[in-house]
């Protein structure tokens, strides 16, 4: 069984400063892990995923997480933020291909973040 | 045209009501879910089917039951609805070819309220 936790439910930020999204995970297996924004009144869209290779992964609107997997943490970041950027964050894991949980997303609180002028 | 499209988008009922939310998608993708979404609880996974002859619970299915008519069309049914299945709701969809599955669509949600 995995499950994610979310570290903080909400932050607020200045327009421009830099932001980090904190999101630890357990699993007794091996993980992808993934990043979905939620804009007001809207579904989750993804942001970036994590499934092998570099741990530094880079998504839409200049955000990026990197993967430690000796920490068990996948921290979402941006160096400076807009309005544009106000939403809810979601991290999510999923099972590694192979088993029967393959394709299912476990996914944490969420994060509101709020980007104010 | 939106991909992953969810009838009604707002619905209020009385306790005790039976009633369904249903999904359509034009993803052609054969994997389907129902999520709800409680403030501070994330999204949780209600149901979700593999194809149209593969259904299988999630965390929470007490209380709800699904119908995978087609390909393109997944719903959920609250047969008796109670108060605290108030929530948003979510269908979404996956393609299961290896390096497309781990990608989910939502669709833009059912908001519910159960008085």
């Known amino acids: 069984a995995q499950s994610v936790t979310q570290l903080d439910s909400q932050v607020p930020v200045f327009e421009e400063a830099p932001v980090e999204l904190r999101c630890n995970y357990s699993?007794?297996?091996?993980?992808?892990l993934f990043w979905y924004v939620q804009y007001p009144n809207q579904g989750l869209q993804l942001l970036l995923k994590y499934l092998s290779g570099s741990t530094l992964v880079k998504g839409i609107n200049g955000f990026e997480a990197e993967f430690n997997k000796s920490q068990t943490s996948f921290h979402l970041r941006k160096p400076s933020v807009h309005i544009s950027d106000t939403a809810e964050y979601f991290c999510a894991v999923s099972p590694l291909a192979g088993g029967t949980s393959y394709g299912k997303l476990t996914f944490g609180q969420g994060t509101i973040l709020t980007v104010h002028p | 045209d939106a991909d992953v499209t969810q009838t009604p988008r707002n619905r209020i009922t009385k306790t005790g009501k039976r009633i369904m939310l249903e999904c359509s998608q034009t993803k052609g993708h054969d994997r389907m879910y129902w999520y709800r979404q409680d403030p501070g609880l994330g999204l949780r996974l209600i149901y979700y089917s593999f194809d149209v002859k593969d259904i299988n619970k999630g965390e929470i299915s007490d209380g709800y039951s699904v119908s995978r008519q087609a390909q393109a069309k997944f719903s959920l049914s609250l047969e008796s609805a109670i108060p605290n299945q108030t929530a948003l709701y979510f269908c979404?969809?996956?393609?299961?070819?290896?390096?497309?599955?781990?990608?989910?669509?939502f669709g833009p949600g059912t908001r519910l309220l159960v008085l």
């Open positions: 979404a969809t996956s393609d299961p070819t290896p390096g497309y599955l781990e990608t989910q669509y």
């Open positions: 699993s007794s297996v091996s993980v992808y």
